[in-house]
């Protein structure tokens, strides 16, 4: 597949699973529909290798995050590890116009020959140098994939409208309230007693107040 593909292909497996409510699109009939437009053929979706996909989504999610400035969870992408070493696949060699490529078994359901497009996809952007572009929003309630096509590869967030300016009114929030608290209750101030004219008494000592 091609750069464009490869990147395509990856994000679109990520954001099969809207995090927010939990929607997975790989967990019932919209799943076949998924696997056919992304290149598999056959009638009959085979469970495990649905359970397996499903398993290297999250690992991949976790590794857009790390790409993010986030920290992947080890756990997760050990269990997409652990997942897919166990499906049966091979390593064609290629010739000259192409490379060579892992493919699944011949007669292999339709998540199966996912899978095997997904691992070149990811291989493909890793050779490029490219990979590190697919990112996961670094919101925690969100963690939508994109495609990070800025310069300097800095973009955070999935849509500044949406995860970005949330993200910013929490930093605002969160900073006022400490200002806030600084200069509450807890905050010590001095000031002069007055004495019964109501100018300061210089020769009277200060007393504490809270603010």
């Not at 091609?2 to 990147?7: F, L, W």
């Not at 649905?50 to 857009?64: H, M, V, Y």
């Not at 192409?98 to 952007?125: C, H």
């Amino acid at each position: 597949m091609s750069a464009g593909a490869d990147q395509q292909l990856l994000v679109s497996l990520i954001n099969t699973l809207h995090v927010p409510d939990g929607d997975d699109q790989l967990e019932d009939e919209r799943a076949r529909s998924w696997l056919l437009d992304h290149g598999a053929t056959g009638e009959r979706v085979e469970q495990f290798g649905l359970d397996s996909l499903r398993q290297l989504r999250e690992g991949l999610r976790e590794l857009a995050l790390a790409n993010n400035n986030g920290e992947a969870d080890e756990d997760v992408v050990a269990r997409a590890r652990t997942s897919i070493s166990a499906l049966p696949m091979s390593v064609q060699l290629g010739d000259f116009d192409d490379g060579p490529s892992i493919v699944a078994p011949a007669g292999a359901g339709p998540a199966q020959q996912v899978i095997a497009r997904t691992f070149n996809a990811y291989l493909g952007e890793r050779a490029r140098g490219s990979w590190r572009r697919i990112k996961a929003c670094a919101a925690p309630d969100c963690h939508y994939a994109y495609l990070d096509t800025s310069r300097n590869i800095s973009r955070r967030w999935c849509d500044m409208a949406e995860c970005g300016n949330r993200a910013k009114n929490r930093t605002w929030r969160t900073r006022r309230a400490s200002t806030r608290a600084n200069d509450g209750e807890g905050s010590k101030h001095y000031r002069p007693l007055t004495s019964l004219d109501g100018f300061p008494d210089t020769s009277a000592s200060y007393v504490l107040t809270g603010k």
